[in-house]
């Protein structure tokens, strides 16, 4: 009988991280799910959308000189590239918030998000990405400004390599120094 009991109790030892780990598999499975169910209820969808208009917004020197055409085959290129980037980025961040965040804490943001008040503060977001884009817009010709003349103090520019610079990043974004 104590030979059983030794027995038994050794198999329970042997056991026991097998339980182990099929339990943390179980809980991150849980987690990953939870974690899913906060981003879509964080309209992940569309703060891609989001991200793509952002993009837009903001052409790079690449575009400079693009016909009109060229310009819409362009776009129409990077908003797919972004919709794959953001759907692959969706599904790395469930991933990641499963590991990082503990189900106590993915629980918490899904009861916020699925909530009215959660619901609404997503919506009030996006509609706000609009007049953000703006805000942004109308910062960078000073932001530039900023940049390049603290590299200059630095970098001890000349009088001429600086208004160069500024005038260089300046037409970089389809604008004039003024």
């Not at 339980?19 to 499975?29: F, G, L």
């Not at 989001?50 to 990077?78: C, K, L, W, Y």
Request: glycine letters at 4%.
């Amino acid at each position: 009988m104590r030979f059983m009991l030794s027995a038994l109790a050794g198999l329970l030892i042997l056991a026991a991280p097998v339980a182990a780990a099929a339990q943390e598999a179980d809980d991150r499975a849980h987690r990953l799910a939870l974690a899913e169910r906060a981003i879509e209820a964080m309209q992940g969808e569309q703060l891609a959308d989001q991200m793509t208009q952002i993009m837009q917004a903001f052409p790079g020197p690449e575009t400079a000189g693009m016909s009109g055409e060229e310009r819409i085959i362009f776009d129409e290129v990077m908003a797919d590239t972004m919709d794959w980037m953001m759907s692959a980025m969706l599904e790395r961040m469930s991933s990641l918030y499963a590991d990082i965040y503990t189900t106590e804490e993915l629980q918490a943001l899904v009861d916020f998000y699925e909530s009215p008040v959660g619901q609404s503060v997503m919506r009030k977001s996006l509609e706000a990405t609009p007049q953000i884009i703006e805000m942004t817009r109308a910062l960078i010709p000073e932001t530039m400004r900023r940049t390049i003349n603290g590299l200059c103090d630095r970098f001890e520019c000349s009088p001429e390599e600086r208004r160069q610079a500024i005038a260089d990043a300046m037409a970089s974004m389809g604008l004039r120094e003024s």
